[in-house]
C-alpha cells in the first residue's frame, strides 16, 4: 500500500475543505435570501467554486499518486463551468417573464437607461415611462 506524502494529503484536505465551504455558503445563501432572485445566485457561486476546489484537490491527488496526469477532472470542471451559467440565465429568464406576465410584485426592477429615464421623470415630478 502507497503511502500519502504529507504535503500532498494537507494540500488535498485543504482544498477540500475549501470546496465544501464555498458549498455551504452557497446553501445557506438559499436559505437565507428572500426572493428568488436572489436565492438563484448565491448557489451558482457555491457550486462553481466549490466543484473547482474539489477536483483541484482530486486532480492534485490522482496526479500524485497515479503519477501521471489526471485531466479528466478537467472535463468535468468545464462542464460545470458552462452549465452553471447557462442554468442560472434560462431559469432566470423564465421566472421574469412569468412574474411580468402575471404581474407579480417580486419582479426586480430594470437596469440601464430605464433606471435613469424614472429618476430623471421622478425629479422632474413627472409619471416615469412605462419599462414593459
Not at 42 to 67: C, H, K, N, R
Amino acid at each position: 500500500m502507497t503511502e500519502i506524502p504529507v504535503w500532498l494529503a494537507v494540500l488535498v484536505g485543504l482544498l477540500s475543505v475549501i470546496g465544501a465551504l464555498a458549498t455551504l455558503l452557497g446553501c445557506i445563501g438559499l436559505a437565507r435570501f428572500e426572493s428568488f432572485y436572489e436565492r438563484i445566485h448565491a448557489p451558482t457561486l457555491g457550486t462553481s467554486f466549490g466543484s473547482a476546489a474539489i477536483l483541484a484537490g482530486s486532480i492534485l491527488y490522482f496526479s500524485v499518486m497515479g503519477q501521471r496526469p489526471a485531466v479528466h477532472e478537467v472535463l468535468i470542471l468545464i462542464f460545470v463551468t458552462l452549465t452553471t451559467p447557462v442554468t442560472l440565465m434560462l431559469l432566470a429568464r423564465a421566472s421574469l417573464y412569468r412574474d411580468r406576465a402575471e404581474q407579480n410584485g417580486a419582479v426586480p426592477p430594470s437596469y440601464g437607461q430605464d433606471i435613469v429615464a424614472d429618476m430623471q421623470a421622478e425629479r422632474d415630478g413627472q409619471q416615469a415611462p412605462n419599462n414593459s
